[in-house]
């Protein structure tokens, strides 16, 4: 059974930094890694996503503030936060897939004070 554990996240002042962390149980070979963000009263949605090959893709509102990276020999993902704003104020849950099959962490709490 997999499963995800996420670190990192917390409470930071506006224009702040976080840096995220999500490990997988045992060693798998995932093939996209990513972080998807919930803030109250609104749907989930795709904060950046790494394939296996080191592609990326990032939601609009995050580019060039957030990085994701992964180190697939510690089946790890991470994403380092910048520039942080209060509308980046949500519950961050990671995501690995292995093809046919999808899991979830729990959910760590980022809020941004203003």
């Known amino acids: 059974q997999v499963q995800l554990v996420e670190y990192g996240g917390g409470l930071v002042q506006a224009g702040g930094s976080l840096r995220l962390s999500c490990a997988a149980s045992g060693s798998f070979p995932f093939n996209r890694m990513g972080w998807y963000r919930q803030a109250p009263g609104k749907q989930r949605e795709l904060v950046a996503i790494?394939?296996?090959?080191?592609?990326?893709n990032y939601a609009d509102s995050v580019k060039e503030r957030f990085t994701i990276s992964r180190d697939n020999a510690k089946n790890t993902v991470y994403l380092q936060m910048n520039s942080l704003k209060p509308e980046d104020t949500a519950v961050y849950y990671c995501?690995?897939?292995?093809?046919?099959?999808?899991?979830w962490g729990q959910g760590t709490q980022v809020t941004v004070s203003s």
């Open positions: 790494i394939t296996n090959g080191g592609r990326t």
């Open positions: 995501n690995m897939d292995l093809f046919v099959q999808e899991y």
